[in-house]
């Protein structure tokens, strides 16, 4: 076996654990009886713990040695190269966090996290901020441990999206308020009620997931390599390309949420299914940090595809032309009197509202950025944990004109706080940036793209993501994938253009 040969089969051994991790989890978050969890939390503890002593041995360090020797003459956009330099840059990475850090972070996890589930259920902030502050206090050790030139938010968001820091969102950002919020403020003026009696109806679950599962396999889920179940709060997840799952959430009345909770998470599963078949276990497809296989690059170009998927081509007139009478088929009497315009405008209403995961296109970002904001502040100590309820109103008041009459549907809705996830929100509104940059440069290269979408179909869309995005795997970061695909770094004219257009038609503004 060559150097990198033996540097690879140690690689292919941590994928293999670390998948084993994943099903675990899946298995925790769909199927398994609550009786379960205490001993699953062993498994997964047991578990961890092997891949991560697996990962910092030091035989690792001798098979990279040895690879980086070899793969030298390489070209540098080589998957070889590409797999050794990235093991390389985490391994040292890693080695860096202390493990009193890692435990510290463990053992406050689940407390925490059950704290904010009560403080949130009682509507008590005050009872969650010292696990808060705790957390917080956790974050900068591990920034200080990884390490940071301007700002320690730059050490945490490297973690979930590597190209960007705070000064460079801080940037975009700002481009992006100055599109959105003139936007909303024509919207809100516009007060053109969209039609809502289609929610009065019930419409049956099996119904549901039939048709959502058709509309998934029409945009390319390949279900011989995937399946879908239910979840309280909805994801993908992948063990290598050949098994990738996906799960929906169901509400009797308000079919939209499976169907694209089910489209959202079916773009993030092609993605996964897409990647070559020659990464499956190698370093391409695990994300060191986060400890757990994957395909895709980074959260924002993960997202830019659940995004695409389930906004720019679920949310469009043409899909609505296309799929609605295949709907109605399924609910013949609930949509008796409906239209495929009448779906496009229902499912496209913009109102600001107090809570993310249910905000339109058009305010969702503005939620995202008020959390980076305030996690940035945290961190760099301009806010202060006792005051956040008070910053929290405040900002929602300036950006989406509405206030939350408690702290439970403020600032104590998102779990990811809680469990120390600091860092994590760009990734949603990077997704969504990139998601209009990517399908701006497919309309670019491949000729008549519209038109097959305006047909309802797809492939010539898959192909192409396929060919420049998904199948790279990890090799590529995501500015990397922008600039090869785009010719430019992260940009909001495309995105903030594309809103512009859709809503001043949907919403009639001049
Ligand atoms: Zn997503």
């Known amino acids: 076996m060559s150097a990198y040969e033996q540097f690879q089969s140690h690689i292919a051994e941590l994928s293999d654990v670390l998948n084993a991790i994943s099903i675990l989890k899946w298995d925790a978050r769909t199927m398994m009886p609550k009786g379960g969890a205490e001993t699953r939390g062993m498994q997964l503890a047991t578990l961890t713990r092997i891949a991560q002593e697996h990962f910092t041995g030091e035989k690792t360090a001798r098979l990279l040695d040895a690879a ?52 949130r259920r009682d509507n008590d902030f005050k009872r969650f901020a010292p696990y808060l502050q705790q957390q917080l206090d956790l974050a900068k050790r591990q ?12 050490a945490l968001v490297f973690e979930y999206e590597p190209s960007v820091n705070a000064a460079k969102l801080k940037v975009i950002f700002g481009e992006l308020k100055q599109g959105l919020i003139p936007l909303l403020n024509r919207i809100v003026a516009q007060d053109s009620p969209l039609p809502r009696n289609l929610w009065e109806h019930e419409y049956p679950l099996d119904k549901q997931k039939a048709f959502g599962l058709e509309m998934a396999q029409k945009i390319g889920y390949d279900l011989d390599r995937g399946r879908l179940d239910i979840a309280p709060h909805p994801f993908e997840i992948s063990f290598t390309r050949n098994d990738v799952r996906i799960t929906t959430r169901y509400n009797l009345n308000y079919f939209p949420q499976a169907l694209y ?27 060191f940090l986060g400890k757990y296989p994957v395909g895709g690059t980074s959260y924002g170009a993960h997202e830019s595809q659940s995004r695409l998927w389930e906004n720019q081509i679920g949310r469009s007139r043409a899909f609505w032309n296309n799929h609605f009478d295949r709907l109605r088929s399924y609910f013949p009497a609930q949509l008796a009197g409906a239209d495929p315009e009448l779906m496009y405008r229902a499912v496209n209403r913009v109102k600001p509202s107090l809570i993310r995961v249910e905000a339109d296109e058009v305010t969702y970002n503005l939620h995202i950025m008020l959390r980076v904001e305030i996690e940035m502040g945290m961190l760099d100590g301009s806010m202060k944990v006792a005051d956040l309820p008070e910053i929290w ?21 998102d779990i990811h706080w809680s469990g120390g996830g600091f860092g994590s929100f760009p990734g949603y509104t990077i997704g969504n940036i990139m998601s209009a940059q990517f399908l701006q440069a497919a309309r670019r ?12 179909d797809y492939m010539p869309l898959l192909n192409w993501l396929q060919q420049n995005i998904y199948r790279h795997g990890r090799a590529y970061s995501a500015s990397e994938l922008l600039q090869r695909c785009t010719g430019s770094d992260l940009t909001v004219g495309p995105y903030l253009s594309y809103l512009e257009q859709k809503f001043t038609d949907l919403y009639r503004l001049s």
């Open 68 to 119: 980086e020797a070899e793969v030298a003459g390489d070209d540098s956009d080589s998957y070889r190269r590409r797999a050794v330099e990235q093991t390389r840059q985490y391994y040292e990475i890693i080695r860096r966090i202390p493990l009193d850090l890692v435990s510290d972070k463990a053992a406050l996890e689940p407390v925490s996290e059950h704290v904010w589930a009560e403080s």
């Open 143 to 154: 920034a200080d441990a990884v390490g940071y030139q301007d700002h320690p938010f730059d």
């Open 261 to 287: 909770g089910t489209l959202h998470e079916t773009g993030h599963a092609l993605y996964e299914q897409g990647v070559d078949p020659s990464l499956t276990r190698t370093a391409l497809t695990i994300d």
């Open 393 to 413: 109103n405040s900002k929602m008041k300036e950006y989406l004109g509405v206030v939350p009459p408690n702290d439970s549907q403020g600032v104590l809705q």
């Open 445 to 456: 290269d491949v000729a008549g793209l519209d038109s097959s979408l305006d047909g309802g």
